[in-house]
C-alpha cells in the first residue's frame, strides 16, 4: 500500500511549521568560502548551498541568496578558496556566518588564521584541513520557470590546488571519517557530523 503523503505547490505555499526544503536536499556540505576584496580586505562566509559539479578538471560551486560580499569579491578578484569544516571548527564557521560590515575581517571574528595560498590571492584558513583553492569559471544570477531574474547567484570555479592534512591520507586515501566533517542539515540550527558508524561500502555493479 502506497503510504499517505504531504503534497504541496512550493509557489504556494508548504503549509508545515518550517519549509522541509533544505532538510530532505541534505545533509550537504558547507561552503566555507574566503576571499580577498580589490581593497585587500578578507572575508569568510559559509554557504550551505554548495557542492562538486564536475570531475576533470574538477570543479566546486556554491549559491548566494543576495549579492554578498563574497560573491563581490570573488567577481571582481576571479578566485576563491574553499576550506573544509570540521567538527572541530564547527563553532568558529558559525561564527563567520554573522551578518557583518566588509570592513570586519571574520577571520579575527573567529580567531581564524589566513594562511598564503599557493596559486591564488585569497588565503586559506589554516586551521581548516583541506583546502581548494579555486578560479572562477562561472557567475551565473539565477531565474525561475518563468524567466523572472532572482537575487540569487551560482559561483562556479575550477579547482587549481588542493592542500589534504598528512593526517587524513590513509595509504594514500583520504579518509573522510577520519576527517570529521560538519555537515548542513534542516531547521534553523541542524547539523550533522560523519564518523566510521556512517561508513558502508557498496561496490558498483559489472556491467
Known amino acids: ?26 545533509p550537504r556540505p558547507i561552503g566555507w568560502i574566503s576571499t580577498r576584496s580589490a581593497e585587500g580586505l578578507l572575508n569568510v562566509a559559509p554557504y550551505s548551498f554548495f ?51 566588509p570592513e570586519v575581517s571574520e577571520f579575527e571574528l573567529a ?26 569559471t562561472q557567475l551565473l544570477q539565477l531565474q525561475d520557470v518563468n524567466g523572472q531574474i532572482l537575487p540569487t547567484w551560482l559561483v562556479l570555479g575550477e579547482v587549481v590546488a588542493v592542500h589534504i592534512a598528512q593526517r587524513l591520507l590513509v595509504n594514500g586515501i583520504y579518509d573522510t571519517a577520519r576527517a570529521d566533517h560538519v555537515l548542513r542539515g ?16 557498496m561496490p558498483r555493479p559489472r556491467g
Not at 83 to 96: G, K, S, Y
Not at 189 to 197: L, N, Q, T
Open 1 to 26: 500500500m502506497m503510504e499517505a503523503s504531504h503534497f504541496y505547490e512550493p509557489r504556494l505555499g508548504h503549509g508545515l511549521p518550517h519549509d522541509p526544503f533544505n532538510a530532505i536536499v541534505g
Open 51 to 101: 557542492t562538486a559539479f564536475n570531475y576533470t578538471p574538477p570543479i566546486v560551486g556554491f549559491s548566494s541568496i543576495g549579492y554578498k560580499d563574497s560573491v563581490r569579491n570573488i567577481e571582481a578578484s576571479g578566485e576563491f578558496v574553499w576550506n573544509l569544516v570540521t567538527r572541530p571548527l564547527a563553532e568558529a564557521m558559525n561564527q563567520t556566518s554573522a551578518a557583518v560590515a
Open 111 to 136: 580567531s581564524l588564521t589566513p594562511l598564503a595560498s599557493r596559486l591564488v590571492a585569497p588565503p586559506r584558513i589554516a586551521e581548516s584541513p583541506v583546502s581548494f583553492e579555486c578560479r572562477l
Open 186 to 201: 534542516g531547521g534553523a540550527a541542524d547539523y550533522f557530523s560523519v564518523g566510521p558508524e556512517q561508513l558502508f561500502k
